[in-house]
């Protein structure tokens, strides 16, 4: 049985360290529930599918740092060509991918890749060394320590529940705060 | 003249950091020498959206990139640089590199490119300069410096 997205995210908590956190669509409603600190990064609004090129920009920016992006399917769909420029540039970047099958902040609507992309096996190809797979909570608990250690990238594939009905996430300041939090976190403002 | 190496010694004066771009055959032809230049890191993507989010990225980080790419993947960029020029309100500099620009002139192509770059550029309100076979790389990192100054997006477009 697929776990929660709001499961999944909870591992993530106790794995992130003093990693940036970005969070996209469904996940951007759930994750400011569990961390609001200045590295955790809430895209929106946000340019669909490019969580994964945002994060890693500021993994090769700030190499010591470490970079998680929460990406959704659909939006990972829009955009596979990151994943090989994730790749060619190697950087301390994990990107999560949460596959429910659904645009879920439309109210859920299964996607063009619904129930047969192997989102793993695209990352390999893509050239990502490091790849991982967790189907059920048991397991995503069992191996997260071993998936987010570092270095990256890393590429997680996370099977979860699809939330029907779902709105889209308001982020929990504007984005300009969001900015200006970061940078001063990083030490860059 | 713009070529590789002063477009290169250029954007290092100007603190640039890195390059993130897609080239087409006249901005390839600077692949050598923006490859070389220390201090400057090229990143190659694989579409001209992520170039912008990628761009932004590093620049929430600290670091002072550009994004140079065809217009033809300006156009295909469109959601991606709404996102960092109006909604993160990123300061970015482009290149963008105006296929079949003298021909157009001439009237000896086909090529719609140059019928949209411009219009399409001032759409998305961004200021820009065109750079032709008669400007020089002061050109180029003056249009920069400025885009810096006045802390907005500019770009500069390579008449091709």
Same mark, same amino acid.
């Given at each position: 049985?697929?776990?929660?997205?709001?499961?999944? +995210?909870?591992?993530?908590? &106790? =794995?992130?360290? @003093?990693?940036? $956190? !970005?969070?996209?669509?469904?996940?951007?409603?759930?994750?400011?529930?569990?961390?609001?600190?200045?590295?955790?990064?809430?895209?929106?609004?946000?340019?669909?599918?490019?969580?994964?090129?945002?994060?890693?920009?500021?993994?090769?920016?700030?190499?010591?740092?470490?970079?998680?992006?929460?990406?959704?399917?659909?939006?990972?769909?829009?955009?596979?060509?990151? +994943?090989?420029?994730?790749? &060619? =540039?190697?950087? @301390?970047?994990? $990107? !999560?991918?949460?596959?429910?099958?659904?645009?879920?902040?439309?109210?859920?609507?299964?996607?063009?890749?619904?129930?047969?992309?192997?989102?793993?096996?695209?990352?390999?190809?893509?050239?990502?060394?490091?790849?991982?797979?967790?189907?059920?909570?048991?397991?995503?608990?069992?191996?997260?320590?071993?998936?987010?250690?570092?270095?990256?990238?890393?590429?997680?594939?996370?099977?979860?529940?699809?939330?029907?009905?779902?709105?889209?996430?308001?982020?929990?300041?504007?984005?300009?705060?969001?900015?200006?939090?970061?940078?001063?976190?990083?030490?860059?403002? | 003249?713009?070529?590789?190496?002063?477009?290169?010694?250029?954007?290092?004066?100007?603190?640039?950091?890195?390059?993130?771009?897609?080239?087409?055959?006249?901005?390839?032809?600077?692949?050598?020498?923006?490859?070389?230049?220390?201090?400057?890191?090229?990143?190659?993507?694989?579409?001209?959206?992520?170039?912008?989010?990628?761009?932004?990225?590093?620049?929430?980080?600290?670091?002072?990139?550009?994004?140079?790419?065809?217009?033809?993947?300006?156009?295909?960029?469109?959601?991606?640089?709404?996102?960092?020029?109006?909604?993160?309100?990123?300061?970015?500099?482009?290149?963008?590199?105006?296929?079949?620009?003298?021909?157009?002139?001439?009237?000896?192509?086909?090529?719609?490119?140059?019928?949209?770059?411009?219009?399409?550029?001032?759409?998305?309100?961004?200021?820009?300069?065109?750079?032709?076979?008669?400007?020089?790389?002061?050109?180029?990192?003056?249009?920069?410096?400025?885009?810096?100054?006045?802390?907005?997006?500019?770009?500069?477009?390579?008449?091709?």
């Amino acid at each position: 049985m697929p776990m929660t997205q709001r499961q999944a +995210l909870e591992v993530l908590l &106790h =794995h992130r360290t @003093n990693r940036v $956190v !970005i969070t996209t669509m469904s996940s951007a409603g759930i994750w400011p529930q569990l961390s609001d600190t200045p590295l955790d990064f809430t895209y929106i609004p946000s340019a669909m599918g490019h969580g994964p090129s945002l994060g890693l920009g500021l993994a090769l920016a700030q190499p010591d740092r470490g970079v998680i992006v929460v990406n959704g399917d659909g939006c990972q769909l829009m955009s596979l060509g990151n +994943l090989v420029t994730t790749a &060619h =540039h190697p950087a @301390n970047l994990f $990107v !999560i991918i949460l596959d429910n099958g659904h645009y879920e902040v439309t109210g859920g609507q299964p996607h063009a890749g619904a129930g047969h992309v192997d989102y793993a096996a695209i990352a390999r190809g893509a050239g990502v060394q490091r790849v991982y797979s967790f189907t059920t909570l048991a397991d995503w608990v069992a191996g997260a320590s071993t998936a987010l250690a570092n270095p990256g990238p890393v590429v997680i594939h996370l099977l979860v529940d699809a939330l029907m009905g779902q709105k889209t996430p308001k982020p929990p300041r504007l984005m300009a705060e969001q900015i200006r939090r970061l940078r001063e976190a990083l030490g860059v403002a | 003249m713009l070529d590789g190496p002063s477009v290169a010694a250029a954007l290092k004066s100007c603190g640039v950091t890195h390059v993130v771009w897609i080239p087409d055959t006249e901005l390839g032809a600077w692949n050598a020498a923006l490859s070389a230049t220390d201090g400057l890191s090229l990143v190659r993507v694989c579409r001209e959206g992520e170039a912008f989010a990628l761009a932004a990225g590093l620049w929430l980080g600290g670091r002072k990139p550009i994004v140079a790419v065809q217009c033809t993947g300006f156009f295909e960029a469109g959601d991606a640089l709404r996102n960092v020029l109006f909604d993160m309100k990123i300061p970015l500099f482009m290149i963008v590199g105006v296929r079949s620009y003298y021909a157009h002139q001439q009237g000896a192509t086909p090529d719609t490119c140059p019928v949209f770059t411009e219009p399409i550029v001032s759409a998305w309100q961004i200021p820009y300069a065109v750079l032709d076979n008669r400007s020089s790389p002061d050109d180029l990192a003056n249009a920069y410096r400025h885009c810096q100054a006045e802390q907005r997006a500019r770009a500069v477009l390579i008449a091709e």
